[in-house]
């Protein structure tokens, strides 16, 4: 499983998923690509942000089956703990993680 952390996004949930879509998604597709499963980790956000990135991570993950695509929001070891745990669950994909 590819880790992909994701920085430099503003506070605005808007120009925060614009700014993902505009620097950010090609990375990620990418990687796919290359047949990659992909862990997406994020900045802890408050609730606004939520649809945004549940969005993100659904869509990715159906365009990709079967690979797998999850999103994980937080830092340090939960982010760390979340990671060993997906790599070990199979059929988990499409997840929006809050840690």
């Known amino acids: 499983m590819k ?3 994701v920085e430099g996004l503003p506070e605005e949930p808007l120009a925060a998923a614009g700014v993902f879509h505009q ?10 690509g290359r ?3 992909v862990m997406l980790v994020l900045p802890a956000a408050d ?6 990135r549940l969005a ?4 990715l993950a159906r365009k990709h089956t079967p690979l797998r ?3 994980v ?3 340090g070891p939960a982010v760390d703990a979340t990671e ?8 988990i994909t499409g997840q929006y993680l809050e840690t």
């Open 73 to 75: 929001s937080g830092e």
């Open 56 to 59: 993100i991570v659904t869509g």
């Open 35 to 37: 047949g990659d499963d």
């Open 3 to 5: 880790r992909i952390a």
């Open 47 to 52: 609730h606004t942000h939520r649809e945004w």
């Open 69 to 71: 695509v999850n999103l």
């Open 23 to 32: 620097h950010w998604l090609g990375h990620v597709e990418d990687v796919l």
């Open 84 to 91: 060993a745990y997906l790599a070990e669950a199979p059929g």
